[in-house]
């Protein structure tokens, strides 16, 4: 984390800086924004009598304590069953419950449906790993920011690039979360916003999270394909395995199509619930614009790890990491390309991703032997102590597994 001066400070560097991967933003007249106060997320009592289970407990802890209007936990065990702990509210209105499968937005993890693309485009020789980005995308990287004869396809994937993060830069310009969740950004536009800032280390010499990159991993495969980001994902991702509840939005689209719980937002520890269910995530695009399920995203990684999605020799170059130490809020993460491992206290080892964007964050790993949880909360941290929580969640769900 690059500043620790202050819990919101830190909190702040930590999702734009690790995880965040779609925020947007055009006010639209006429849409009602509805506040309630962050402390009336409801309790939830346990679903099962007696001896309530470990991972039951944490996602009611969630709530109750972290202080989440809701909470699903989504776990695939060794015996092949899928299982959902729910807890707090889907909709505080109407005091709904969170839906046991219902379609979030999944913000950064679209990173590994983004990788995935790329290599299979280097398992069918369109695309080498080592080759300079200017030779997919000339005269697209040229700036103060970075400078694509210098920078590697591999590097983009790996966030070794250097390249400014363009996230950053559109929050700390004077937007805030809300005032820009419905605007509609063209993906040019952010990779201009990134170059225009100075480069964070030289191509190779570090780690360092940046949207960029994925979005100029979208643009690549348009490029060498001909054909949108969107469509191929879906064509060549989406649809072989099956995943019914998981699409990209079409430009413009803020809505969440359908069962879904509503998402919200604090503007401070303790603040009041703003309801942003409706919000435009083209600032994501290609590094975090995806909206899934948690059993569908499971599946996703399961299938991943399993070999169906790319080749051997693609999937252990994804599988190849570096120390990334910003990554996330706990010690220990290793980034690959797009795929993230961690091994938890347990000593299971964990791959994945996580993600967070207004309204919704999840975080969600898998393992080599099938097993997977995916936890998803209706709303982003306010304090470091809610990130935590969620991370805890998360290892507990895998290690119970």
């Known amino acids: 984390m690059r500043d620790r ?80 702990y729910r807890a707090g509210a889907g909709d505080l209105r109407t ?4 839906p046991e499968d219902g379609r979030v937005r999944i913000a950064s993890n679209t990173k590994m449906f983004t ?59 004077g937007d805030d979360l809300r005032s820009i969740a419905h605007t509609y950004f063209e993906p040019h536009e952010l990779v201009d916003a990134a170059l225009a800032e100075e480069p964070q280390f030289a191509p190779g010499a570090g ?14 495969a348009q490029r060498v394909t001909g054909r ?18 998981t699409y990209w939005p079409k430009a413009g689209e803020q809505r969440i199509r359908g069962t879904h719980p509503h998402g919200y937002h604090a503007d401070e520890p303790g603040g009041a619930w703003h309801d942003l269910t409706r919000m435009d995530p083209s600032l994501g695009w290609a ?7 948690p059993r569908d995203l499971g599946r996703f990684m399961a299938a991943l790890l399993r070999g169906d999605l790319l080749p051997p020799a693609q999937l252990a170059a994804m599988k190849r990491t570096v120390a990334a130490a910003d990554f996330d809020l706990d010690p220990g993460w290793r980034y690959g390309l797009g795929l993230a491992r961690r091994t938890l206290d347990c000593g299971v080892t964990g791959w994945g ?3 967070d964007i207004q309204g919704f964050e999840t975080r969600n790993l898998a393992t080599t032997d099938g097993r997977w949880a995916v936890v998803t909360v209706n709303a982003l941290p306010t304090e470091l102590s809610m990130l935590a929580a969620v991370n805890r969640a998360v290892e507990v769900a895998l290690c119970r597994s």
């Open 5 to 84: 001066r202050t819990t919101r400070t830190a909190l702040r560097a930590l999702l734009l800086g690790g995880l965040l991967t779609a925020l947007p933003a055009t006010l639209l007249a006429g849409v009602p924004t509805s506040t309630v106060p962050a402390s009336a997320a409801p309790e939830t009592p346990s679903a099962t009598a007696g001896r309530v289970p470990a991972v039951q407990r944490q996602v009611e802890r969630l709530v109750a304590e972290a202080g989440f209007p809701g909470a699903t936990i989504t776990v695939r065990g060794e015996d092949g069953r899928v299982r959902t």
């Open 95 to 98: 005091g709904a419950p969170m």
């Open 115 to 173: 990788a995935v693309l790329v290599l299979q485009l280097v398992a069918e020789g369109e695309v080498e790993l080592d080759a300079a980005v200017e030779r997919y995308l000339p005269g697209v990287v040229r700036g103060r920011g970075g400078d694509g004869r210098r920078i590697t396809v591999r590097q983009l994937l790996q966030q070794t690039s250097g390249l400014p993060d363009y996230d950053s830069i559109v929050i700390d310009g």
């Open 207 to 220: 780690w360092a999270y940046s949207n960029t990159n994925y979005v100029l991993l979208g643009l690549l």
């Open 228 to 245: 949108p980001v969107g469509e191929l994902v879906q064509r060549r991702i989406i649809a072989p395995l099956g995943l019914r509840d």
């Open 287 to 293: 590094a975090g614009q995806l909206v899934s399920t």
């Open 353 to 355: 991703h996580g993600g």
